[in-house]
């Protein structure tokens, strides 16, 4: 077998690989499940790229971070041995695949909690009569409380359609995660 010596007959690439695994060194390794899981493994991968990138056009269509090459190209011409294509560009491509993904996993369960308080913070009910107080000389004095609170209601739902609603926790999702990417590039 091609790079395997006397100490490690397997070689290099099977040390590495039970390594990831979390298998002994020294553990066997059948090339060809090897190899059918390393096929596996890209095939995920570059679903994952294609999901990913897609959907960080859709979060935040205007942001600077932008995908690369697909990961299944850069890691096939890695495979053919490209000069240009290093395992430390792979490596820092697919590392870069995980922390967008981590990002946008991250940034979906936190969005809902933002969301959810930005809504309970604009429409809660104090809120609301507050606001309706401050407001109150523009109202009117023969205005009864109810009423002015049911204006300063719908003064502030006004603008809410499906659209502005998918705006903003696009934009919660996508100020999260991009907090998280900067954060981790430091």
Not at 30 to 36: G, K, V
Not at 97 to 121: F, I
Request: hydrophobic share 40%; aromatic share 4%.
């Amino acid at each position: 077998m091609a790079g395997a010596n006397a100490a490690n007959p397997q070689g290099d690439g099977s040390r590495t690989l039970q390594q990831a695994l979390g298998n002994a060194p020294d553990s066997r390794v059948d090339p060809e499940r090897a190899t059918e899981l390393a096929s596996m493994l890209v095939e995920m991968a570059a679903t994952l790229d294609q999901v990913a990138w897609s959907t960080w056009k859709i979060v935040n269509p205007n942001s600077p971070l932008k995908r690369g090459a697909p990961a299944k190209a850069t890691m096939a011409r890695f495979v053919a041995g490209d000069a240009e294509v290093t395992r430390e560009r792979v490596r820092s491509e697919l590392e870069r695949l995980r922390q967008m993904l981590a990002a946008l996993t991250a940034a979906v369960g936190q969005t809902g909690r933002v969301y959810a308080q930005k809504h309970v913070d604009r429409f809660a009910p104090g809120e609301i009569e507050r606001s309706a107080k401050m407001s109150a000389g523009a109202s009117g004095m023969l205005v009864g409380h109810e009423v002015k609170c049911w204006r300063k209601y719908v003064e502030l739902a006004g603008p809410l359609d499906a659209q502005a609603i998918e705006r903003e926790l696009l934009g919660a999702m996508s100020a999260y995660a991009e907090s998280l990417l900067k954060g981790l590039n430091k």
